[in-house]
């Protein structure tokens, strides 16, 4: 079966045929999010693109949620840090928790060793 090939908006190659379409406007998506508090102040607020920068929203609630733990928590919430920061390395790898400090971002040594593999593949 032939396809035609072109560019889409992002500049990657798309490919039009019946069984694939180029996934370009699902991963340009935004994503504009607001946290707010019970009163209604502004918390944080995320502009992102696609799907794929959703986990940074994550791991800055997930930070947001260690910092009051360890702050006002009980003795019992604290205890169970250590379990929680597992269940994260475990669902989406050891370099979350790096990214986890940052709130989600990644710091410039996590960037530098990223880029730096990528580049040897």
Request: aromatic share 8%; hydrophobic share 35%; net charge positive.
């Amino acid at each position: 079966m032939r396809h035609s090939e072109g560019k889409c908006q992002s500049g990657r190659i798309q490919c039009h045929s019946s069984f694939y379409r180029c996934k370009c406007t699902v991963l340009n998506l935004p994503i504009d999010l607001e946290i707010r508090s019970r009163s209604g102040e502004r918390i944080k607020h995320f502009t992102l693109q696609g799907p794929q920068s959703v986990d940074r929203i994550l791991l800055w609630i997930w930070r947001d949620l260690f910092v009051t733990l360890l702050t006002s928590g009980t003795a019992r919430d604290k205890e169970k840090i250590p379990d929680m920061l597992e269940d994260i390395e475990e669902a989406i790898g050891v370099e979350s928790l790096e990214r986890l400090l940052y709130g989600g971002r990644a710091s410039a040594y996590l960037s530098y060793h990223v880029k730096r593999k990528a580049a040897h593949l």
